[in-house]
Every structure is written in structure tokens, then in C-alpha cells.
Nanobody
């Protein structure tokens, strides 16, 4: 039984920083992909970043390049999303997801999802 639990969301001012965490349990594969997605009210869910667990390769959406960093703590099976220079347009519910197929920012490839954590950026 795979479970993903996000934490670290909250409210910050524009230009501030926040670090999200995703704790994964029940994944038996030695290699898989973990990603962060976000969805604002009335908007379509969009991919933010992903990381290959087993290789460490990362990928970022253009909207967050240079500001966000995805990383992993292998021993704890935890993936982080460090968010710097936050903007009001970053406001959304952030979801952690895992895929045992390919590493992409396409939701169709993700098998498991967390419940989400809210990030609100005010000006």
C-alpha cells in the first residue's frame, strides 16, 4: 500500500521561501519518479518538477526554473520542494505524486497521489 503525505504548506509574502515535504511509504521499486504538481482554483493541474529516485535527475517547469529546487532524502524516502522568490501566481494546492513508469510532468503517468498542501503567497 503506497502512501504519500505532503507537509510544509502555509502562507508567505511575495519574495519569501517555503519548503514542502513529501513522505513516501510502501513503494517497493528501487527506482521510480516523484513529482510535484499544483492546482489553483479554476485552473488546470500543472506539473512543477520531478526527480528520478535512483538516479537523481531533475526537471522543472519553465515557470519555476531558477526559483524552485526538488531534492530527495534517500534514507528517509522523503522528497522536498524548496521554493524561493515566491510570487502570488505560485498560490495553489501542491500535490506530491509517484510514478513507476516514466519521469514526466504529465499527470497520466502518475500512479499515486498525496492529499495536497496549500501554499498561499500574498503581496
Amino acid at each position: 500500500q503506497v502512501q504519500l503525505v505532503e507537509s510544509g504548506g502555509g502562507s508567505v509574502q511575495a519574495g519569501g521561501s517555503l519548503r514542502l515535504s513529501c513522505a513516501a511509504s510502501g513503494i517497493t521499486y528501487s527506482s521510480y519518479c516523484m513529482a510535484w504538481f499544483r492546482q489553483a482554483p479554476g485552473k488546470e493541474r500543472e506539473g512543477v518538477a520531478h526527480i528520478y529516485i535512483g538516479g537523481g535527475g531533475t526537471y522543472y517547469a519553465n515557470s519555476v526554473k531558477g526559483r524552485f529546487t526538488i531534492s530527495q532524502d534517500i534514507g528517509k524516502n522523503v522528497v522536498y520542494l524548496q521554493m524561493n522568490s515566491l510570487k502570488p501566481e505560485d498560490t495553489a494546492m501542491y500535490y506530491c505524486a509517484a510514478s513507476v513508469r516514466w519521469c514526466t510532468l504529465n499527470t497520466e503517468f502518475y500512479n499515486y497521489w498525496g492529499q495536497g498542501t496549500q501554499v498561499t503567497v500574498s503581496s
